[in-house]
């Protein structure tokens, strides 16, 4: 089953839980628009390359569509459109105004000079412009997109329509009108919601141990302020493999020694008896959370067996497909998932937007104060629906958010 298939199977099993009008629900699996654009690049070898690259805008009822983009060699449409589609879910359970839509380029950034990027980027917003605007469509950044390349989407956007236009694209350094806090808002927001459910299901994070897949941005912010209050890492891994260290690993050394050595496989000497495993092996690992902050499709109906969590908070998008979730739920594996999980990092560019807009910017303390109560009473509304339904998480996060979409579809009329 395609991930856009896996999305499409997780809307239609909250619809049956909650009646949910069938219009509703055909609306909702079809993005309302797709583009494909190609973009040929002049190589710093003085050849001509073109790329290929992607924008789908799921669902604007709320608001503008809103969505990073990727730059990943196995991109592809159905991803894209899968990932759209979870945006519009994801802001729909935070109750921000935005709908959903992502993008992404088949491309390995790592193969790319700098020039050679910023080229490619530039070109992309080029084919797309005429569909993006800060009224229209929000990109963010999303897999290997950072915030250096949101800054030459603002300015690309900003030359065209001759006129300073930073509210086009979020996740934008501080000095090209970011917010305060985008960086970890992710990560921020996952714990915020990690917080409240450790309350409900009375987990003390000082007897809790943690595995965090994958330490790129998000993943290595989770594994500080996670260990910050109380929780013991006991593995992390990147895209070569995983570090597990049953004694608990000091989060300040493995991200600096990541930093200098270039993996935390190069780390083991860091913590005493620390094993170097594989990705499975490290998924497989003793643990009492389980963080998965990598990729799509990481959990599926071959490995999701072996997983020996109680919990698993998915910081990545759809990182465990239908199959293993359902092999998870039969286990008493709980899921906290990635549509409320993650969605800290969308809030926080809805902050940028707004301050964009305002062209009046909040202290990182403000951005705080209103990203907090947002996550919060996000996890007491699924909370909520998970009693009322007697089902997951994830299908009372799909309740929660098409609730709000039936609601605004409605009011707007469907005709
Ligand atoms: N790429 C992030 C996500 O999947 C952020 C999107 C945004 O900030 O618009 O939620």
């Known amino acids: 089953m395609s991930f856009f ?12 839980i909650m009646k949910l009008d069938k219009d509703i629900v055909t609306i909702l699996s079809h993005p309302k628009r797709i583009l494909t654009v190609t973009m040929p690049v002049r190589m710093d070898n003085g050849e001509v390359k073109v790329f290929e690259g992607f924008r789908v805008q799921h669902n604007d009822i709320p608001g503008p569509y809103k969505g990073g983009i990727r730059y990943h060699q196995q991109v592809d449409m159905d991803e ?5 589609t979870l945006m519009t879910m994801k802001c729909a359970v935070v109750g921000i105004p935005l709908g959903g839509g992502k993008g992404g380029i088949i491309v390995n950034p790592k193969e790319l000079s700098k020039r050679e990027l910023e080229q490619l980027t530039r070109k992309y917003v080029e084919r797309i412009e005429a569909f993006i605007g800060p009224e229209i469509d929000v990109p963010a950044p999303d897999v290997n997109t950072t915030p250096e390349i949101m800054a030459w989407i603002a300015d690309e956007y900003s030359k065209l329509k001759r006129k300073n236009q930073l509210g086009v694209v979020t996740g934008k350094p501080l000095e090209v009108g970011g917010s305060q806090g985008r960086g970890d808002a992710t990560s921020q927001g ?13 987990v003390d994070p000082s007897k809790t141990s943690i595995i965090i897949q994958g330490f790129g941005n998000a993943g290595a912010h989770m594994a500080r302020i996670l260990s910050g209050q109380g929780y013991k890492i006991v593995g992390v891994s990147d895209s070569q493999g995983g570090l597990y260290c049953e004694a608990g690993l000091d989060v300040a050394k493995i991200s600096a020694c990541k930093a200098e050595q270039g993996s935390v496989t190069k780390c083991d000497s860091i913590c005493t008896n620390g094993k170097v ?48 979730d359902k092999i998870l739920a039969g286990k008493g594996v709980e899921i ?8 800290g990092g969308v809030t926080v560019s809805y902050f940028e937007l707004v301050q964009n807009q305002m062209n009046y910017y909040w202290t990182a303390e403000e951005v705080q104060q209103k990203l907090h109560p947002i996550m919060v009473d996000a996890w007491k509304r699924l909370s909520e629906y998970q009693k009322k339904y007697s089902c997951t998480l994830r299908q009372a996060a799909f309740v929660s958010a098409m609730t709000r979409l039936e609601k605004m579809i409605k009011a707007r009329g469907i005709e």
């Open 5 to 16: 298939e896996n999305a499409i199977k997780q809307i239609n099993e909250a619809a049956e």
């Open 80 to 84: 894209v459109k899968a990932l759209a």
């Open 190 to 202: 996952g714990c915020y919601v990690l917080e409240e459910f450790a309350k409900e299901r009375n």
């Open 277 to 324: 495993v594989d990705n499975e092996g490290l998924l497989a690992s003793q643990c009492d959370i389980l963080i998965l902050a990598a990729f799509e499709n990481q959990v599926r109906e071959d490995n999701a067996n072996n997983i020996k969590a109680k919990y698993i908070l998915e910081l990545a998008n759809g990182p465990i497909t239908p199959e293993a």
């Open 336 to 343: 906290i998932p990635d549509i409320l999980a993650n969605a």
